[in-house]
């Protein structure tokens, strides 16, 4: 199992920007494939990006060349730096981290941090 914590979130203003981070501990993370979601209230959880264990990227549209997810130097902490932040970005943010990328992609992912909330304000 692998222990994910979110970090990161807050209150910006439209057009601000806040990295998000999710720091993992209990296995050798380098391995994992890691994902970013969010859910906004009253709506279904979104997959936004992931980084596979091989540091190959992929966003949905919504957030392409506004987001970039990245790891650290230390493989131990992922990203996902957030520009040009807009109201309709404001949701609780979790990262997760599975073996299998498709699952993270999917959203069955078998690690999950307790999620770190974003607010946009217009």
């Known amino acids: 199992q692998v222990q994910l914590v979110e970090s990161g979130g807050g209150l910006v203003q439209a057009g601000g920007s806040l990295r998000l981070s999710c720091a993992a501990s209990?296995?050798?993370?380098?391995?994992?494939?890691m994902g970013w979601f969010r859910q906004a209230p009253g709506k279904e959880r979104e997959f936004l990006a992931y980084i596979s264990s091989s540091d190959y990227t992929y966003y949905v549209d919504s957030v392409k060349g506004r987001f970039t997810i990245s790891r650290g130097n230390t493989k131990n902490t992922v990203y996902l730096q957030m520009n040009s932040l807009k109201p309709e970005d404001t949701a609780v943010y979790y990262c997760a981290a599975d073996l299998s990328l498709r699952t993270v992609q999917t959203g069955r992912a078998n690690n999950w941090g307790q999620g770190t909330q974003v607010t946009v304000s217009s």
């Open positions: 209990g296995r050798t993370f380098s391995n994992y494939n």
